[in-house]
């Protein structure tokens, strides 16, 4: 309790103006009054409450299979056990023992006995993309992790860094890549993508924070190579269709006088088949290609790769990285890789959990500053600058140095 007068102190000068409209700000206050709570709860109820805290996630994915946040969310004055037990088939008695859970801990707003409203959060699990993140992260995932102290005893607590040899693999007693198992289970990957096709959420795209005219288009030569950007691995390319609408039409940079050829959507050719007719710019080149093995887009200005590398391993990314590095031109080229970017020290708790995701999922991982520096520096490339974002994203830039 010794810290408890100066997080007060703390959390009392705060200035509201300041948390508002200040990301930096709101960050810090939230990084005190996590420790706040730490302070009083105490060591040993902290300690405990670990032991029982997959509970809360189980409770809401089973809410999230009973729609109970949907069925919560559109009664606008609130709802009841019973009501809830008519509309799902469920018994009111679970209804009710699964929502007290989650009202404790703010995900839904206890009204009354056996009475349930919703605030923002429950509105938020009310939507599908997020829906369907609670089915695939515990149905795909956390089924898997669970089996990890297991997977890590049996291996001497060796990390794991090969994509057919995870706990997913482990678990379900497979071989296949992650993704190929996933192509194996319709419904998961349909939630997958859901999922993932959220992924920005109220987050903004790299280029409108980072200096694109300064970095990146001043300097473009279209005598070295017409190719202004190649977005390798890019999915069904929603990163160069929000580029586009930024830099392309009256700009002129992409999309008059050969600007079909100036940007670069790169994929394996299931995932562009995907790509619904419109949902892409006609002046965006869609190219099938494997980034393990050679780029074909030789001499462009940038090759921009995002959340590419913290699938892998080490090992797997300095070959994808190394492929690069062949294909650019020393001192002009740009390789902008947009990722998680983790403190040297310190990380976020929500960053700290994804780095477990990736090792899950594909012996990946996420990186901080000095990891992807060596990273980068190991593949061979120089003049490494790492430009940071408050959503904890952000652009590592590199060139292949000139000899």
């Keep these: 309790m010794d810290e408890l007068p100066d997080l007060l102190k703390s959390i009392q000068a705060v200035d509201t103006n300041e948390i508002l409209f200040d990301a930096a700000a709101k960050k810090e206050l939230l990084h005190v009054a996590k420790k706040l709570t ?3 709860e105490g060591p040993v109820n902290r300690a405990t409450d670990l ?22 969310s559109s009664a606008p004055g609130g709802t009841t056990s019973k009501q809830l ?25 206890e009204l009354g006995e056996d ?11 009310a939507t599908p993309p997020i829906a369907a993140g609670h089915r695939f992260v515990y149905d795909a995932l956390i089924a898997s992790a669970i089996k990890a ?6 291996t001497h607590y060796a990390v794991p860094t090969q994509p057919t040899d995870t706990f997913i693999q482990y678990t379900n007693q497979t071989r296949l890549l992650f993704f190929e198992y996933l192509a194996s289970m319709p419904s998961m990957m349909r939630d997958f993508n859901l999922f993932m096709g959220n992924t920005m959420g109220d987050r903004e795209y790299w280029h409108e924070w980072y200096d694109v005219r300064g970095r990146l288009i001043d300097g473009f030569d279209e005598e070295r190579s017409p190719v202004l950007v190649v977005d390798v691995g890019g999915g069904k390319g929603h990163d160069l269709q929000a580029f586009w609408r930024a830099f392309g039409g009256d700009e002129g940079y992409v999309g008059k006088g050969g600007g079909e050829r100036r940007l670069v959507l790169q994929d394996l050719q299931n995932v562009l088949d ?9 002046g965006i080149v869609k190219m099938e290609h494997d980034f393990f093995t050679e780029q074909p887009v030789k001499g462009a200005r940038g090759y921009f790769l995002h959340h590419i590398l913290h699938d892998w391993s080490d090992e ?10 062949d294909a650019m031109v020393p001192g002009y080229s740009k390789l902008l890789i947009h990722e998680l970017i983790l403190p040297n020290t310190g990380a976020a708790e ?5 780095d477990l995701v990736m090792m899950t999922l594909n012996g990946g991982m996420e990186r901080s500053r000095s990891q992807w520096i060596k990273l980068l520096e190991d593949a061979g490339f120089s003049n490494i600058q790492i430009h940071e974002h408050l959503d904890h994203d952000g652009v590592v830039e590199a060139e292949v140095p000139i000899a």
């Excluded at 996630?57 to 009973?66: G, M």
């Excluded at 037990?85 to 707003?109: H, K, M, N, P, Y």
């Excluded at 929500?350 to 994804?354: D, H, N, S, T």
């Design 38 to 40: 730490a302070v009083l």
């Design 51 to 72: 032991v029982f805290k997959p509970y809360t996630t189980i409770a809401a994915r089973i809410a999230v299979d009973l729609n109970l946040f949907h069925h919560i």
């Design 85 to 109: 037990a008519d509309l799902t088939g469920a018994d009111e008695l679970l209804i009710s023992r699964i929502l007290r859970l989650l009202a404790s801990t703010s995900f839904v707003d």
């Design 115 to 125: 009475e349930w409203g919703a605030n923002a959060t429950t509105q938020a699990l």
């Design 149 to 154: 102290p297991k997977f890590l005893a049996e």
């Design 274 to 282: 995907g790509i619904g007719e419109g949902e892409v710019e006609a």
């Design 316 to 325: 797997y990314c300095l070959k994808i990285l190394r492929r690069l590095r």
């Design 350 to 354: 929500i960053q700290a959990r994804f």
